[in-house]
């Protein structure tokens, strides 16, 4: 290319000029173009030529265009000094609808530094369709008043390209009813105009729908279409109108609310408002039924709006209306009958009515308790019923014509079960079944059928002896399986007779709390047991009453001091006793024998020299009373001795006698074996005694033997047979529960002079105690020992040994 302006065509219709400035090579521009659309790489024309820039040169002339801007869409080719295109251009987007897009550059180069404009003119091309802004247009047009050749504007459509490039015509499809009309205006715009060419029918045709095209002048040609909808506008000329006159529906009862149980259907030819139909109940509806049922105006379904029960309504009717929104508002009608099917929902109810609240427990099987009343509000199978008891009890359903009745079938115990809790279960016979059930509580009333009962088969009381009258000695208790009147007890004492004198003389019982009390006070020495017979009854009628054996056990107590047996002595309990002078140590001055009332402990005897206690030439036995010499004596020694000796029971607290012993020293004693009956003829009161417990040890041993012999026999006969039930006639009572707890046993009492035996009643292993003492010195008598308790296999041994020697010595260890 010539640089004084001359210009050349290249094969990419790039025009290139360069104009001289006046003031040489300091400035130039140079203008070329470019079609939009062109691939990068694209040489859009060769600036160094352009500017006389020799090859060589061009790396010392670094050229390169100025902004950042003409950088984005071209770029210099350093090694031939060649503008290209660096990215895809768009004319549309640089210059719009503009008829001409320039884009105006600064190119630089050094060495000398020059600034050359540069100017690029962006050719169009046919690369953008005719669009329109809204491809749907809707064009409303009123039936039967629009008259034909009545225009409507249509919307343009707009091309990017120019010139050629732009929309050049429009083209509407055929169309009886629509004709197009096209104008053009000063600036070359043309505007589209519809033309209704016939009356339009809502009823017959609602809608027409028509293509605007649009096509512009390129090559090859491009078009757009804009979808035009004409919309024929109804007027209000027709009513609603129901698909039926009768609608018939059936549903069940209990339908959940917002159930659909029905959907209306009317129809309006108008369109719009006209056609638009709301739908509402009528004068005709009763408010009960508009009350369970609610009406969607704009949907027109009916649902459930309240509890729909079979049983209150079965059958209701729905007038309904329809109106169409147009002026003026027409309306159509129809009738809705709805019938309300039954479904098992009512359970039965169970009422139960008694004739009693209390049923006497020998009330007779058969006997009617309570009538029982069954409903079912449902109906048919629905309604039937099934009524039901709860097993094991003494009661049955009777029933008679959907009546029933409770009745007994079984004896009634009211100690034994005295309220019944009866469960009554009814189903009916739809499907699913319903079940009711309730409870009936009967009580069993009370009837003195059974006698009262003591706690415990004997009751066993222990008192001391001299206890003051008034004593508590003991509780029995009975209980009544029966209640009220029938359970209040009273107790009192049988009458019998205890030594001539009436039982009530010694115990009294209380007659409501059974506290048995002391009405005397009890001698130990007199008697050891007491057995009363406690009666209790009801109030009830007839009164019942049971007994029970309280056996009353004497305790005693240290109430006796020891009394002097032997030897022979004044009221102030002095003995005189003779030694001859020549005594050596260990002579028997004389043996002391005491006796004490009392038993036990309170018998055992013990002996003590007290006078004198510091030197002395005698001395006493502690346990036989005697009394011996220590040394010899001599004749300048005193010839009369004074000892004084004491006699000590073990009890608490002890009592004791003091008996004075004069001893006189002679040449010759004549020494005196009393017999048994002098000692007995010249015994003081006390002998009589004596004698009595020598009549008590024979016939208590001739008894012992004898019984002795009958349990053997029954033991031979019975290997395992109870004593304790057996040895039952001992000591002067009996009582088969008393010998469970007490057992009786044989002592032998020396507690005395005279040796002898007795039986008492002790608990089951308890143990004896031993006592020893001695007759007065004699050479053919020997000692008593006390045994501990005997069991009657020893029994037979003692009394053989009783009966063979007439004397008795045991060991204190046995």
């Known amino acids: 290319m010539d640089i004084r302006g001359c210009c050349q065509c290249w094969k990419w219709q790039v025009v290139c000029s360069f104009l001289l ?357 449902d109906s048919g199978k629905n309604g039937e019923i099934r009524l039901n008891l709860s097993p094991n009890v003494p009661f049955r359903i009777r029933s008679n014509q959907n009546r029933y009745a409770l009745v007994t079938d079984g004896n009634l115990d009211r100690e034994e079960t005295p309220q019944y809790t009866i469960e009554l279960t009814a189903s009916d016979l739809g499907s699913p079944p319903l079940y009711s059930k309730t409870s009936v509580t009967l009580r069993v009333s009370d009837i003195n059928d059974n006698a009262p009962l003591f706690t415990q088969s004997t009751y066993n009381a222990f008192i001391k002896e001299n206890s003051d009258p008034g004593t508590l000695l003991c509780t029995v208790f009975a209980s009544d399986l029966d209640e009220g009147v029938n359970s209040d007890l009273v107790y009192s004492i049988v009458e019998s007779q205890i030594d001539g004198s009436s039982v009530s003389s010694f115990v009294y019982i209380h007659s409501n709390d059974g506290n048995i009390y002391a009405q005397r006070s009890f001698d130990y020495e007199q008697i050891q047991v007491l057995q009363i017979t406690i009666k209790v009854e009801d109030s009830g009628s007839p009164q019942l009453s049971s007994t029970v054996p309280v056996f009353l056990f004497i305790l005693d107590t240290n109430d006796n001091p020891p009394t002097l047996l032997y030897p022979e002595h004044s009221e102030d309990l002095i003995v005189q006793e003779r030694i001859p002078k020549s005594t050596s140590a260990g002579y028997l001055v004389t043996k002391l024998s005491a006796v004490d009332l009392d038993s036990g402990h309170n018998a055992w005897l013990l002996f003590t020299l007290i006078h004198p206690i510091n030197y002395s030439s005698f001395q006493v036995s502690k346990h036989t009373g005697e009394v011996r010499t220590v040394r010899g004596f001599q004749e300048a020694e005193n010839m009369e001795q004074q000892l004084v000796i004491s006699i000590s029971d073990q009890g608490s607290p002890p009592l004791s006698t003091t008996v004075t012993v004069l001893v006189s020293m002679a040449d010759e004693v004549i020494v005196e074996r009393p017999k048994s009956g002098d000692f007995l003829t010249n015994s003081k009161p006390p002998s009589d005694m004596t004698l009595y417990l020598i009549i008590s040890l024979v016939a208590i041993s001739l008894v012992s033997l004898v019984t002795f012999m009958i349990l053997l026999v029954k033991c031979l006969r019975k290997d395992s047979y109870d004593w304790g039930s057996s040895c039952c006639l001992l000591g002067g009572f009996q009582s088969k529960p008393y010998t469970d707890q007490y057992q009786p046993a044989l002592y032998l009492n020396t507690d005395g002079t005279l040796k002898y035996m007795e039986v008492r009643m002790v608990p089951p292993g308890s143990q004896g105690q031993s006592y020893q003492t001695h007759l007065p010195p004699a050479p053919e008598q020997q000692d008593f020992s006390i045994v501990q308790p005997l069991d009657f296999p020893k029994l037979k041994d003692l009394v053989q040994d009783i009966s063979a020697e007439g004397n008795y010595t045991s060991d204190p260890s046995n």
């Open 21 to 377: 400035c006046s003031w040489g090579w300091v400035s130039g521009q140079l203008r070329y173009s470019i079609v939009e659309e062109s691939e990068p790489g694209t040489l859009v024309g060769n600036v160094a030529q352009d500017l006389g820039i020799k090859r060589a040169e061009l790396s010392q002339r670094r050229i390169h265009l100025r902004s950042e801007q003409s950088q984005q869409y071209f770029s210099v080719n350093q090694d031939n000094g060649g503008l290209v295109v660096k990215e895809r251009i768009d004319r549309e987007s640089l210059c719009g609808s503009s008829p001409r897009c320039l884009l105006q550059l600064e190119v630089v180069a050094e060495n000398p530094l020059e600034l050359i404009s540069l100017e690029i003119e962006i050719l169009d091309i046919n690369d953008n369709s005719p669009t329109f802004s809204s491809n749907d247009h809707i064009i409303e047009i009123t039936e039967l008043v629009t008259s034909p050749g009545a225009r409507f504007a249509l919307e343009i459509a707009e091309d990017l390209d120019v010139g050629v490039n732009g929309v050049s015509q429009y083209t509407l499809n055929t169309n009886p009813y629509f004709s197009l009309s096209v104008k053009t205006h000063k600036d070359g715009t043309l505007i589209p105009q519809l033309i209704l060419e016939k009356v339009l029918d809502r009823e017959e045709k609602q809608e027409h729908h028509l293509i605007l095209t649009a096509i512009d002048g390129g090559e090859p040609a491009r078009s757009g279409t804009c979808r035009i909808t004409v919309l024929v506008l109804d007027i209000n000329d027709n009513p609603p109108v129901f698909n039926q006159s009768v609608y018939k529906v059936s549903i069940r009862e209990n339908l959940p609310l917002k159930t659909v149980i029905l959907t209306l259907n009317a129809t309006d030819q108008d369109d719009g408002a006209n056609g638009e139909i709301e739908f509402f109940f009528d004068g005709h509806t009763f408010k009960s039924a508009k009350r369970l049922f609610a009406l969607n105006q704009q949907t027109g379904e009916i649902n459930v709006n309240g509890l729909v029960d079979f049983e209150e309504l079965n059958f209701y009717e729905l007038s309904i209306k329809a109106i169409d929104k147009g002026f003026p508002k027409l309306e159509g009608n129809c009738i809705v009958h709805v019938e309300v099917e039954d479904v098992n929902d009512n359970p039965p109810e169970i009422t139960f009515s008694t004739v009693t609240d209390n049923i006497p427990e020998n009330a007779l099987i058969g006997t009617v308790v309570g009538f029982i009343n069954v409903n079912d509000k």
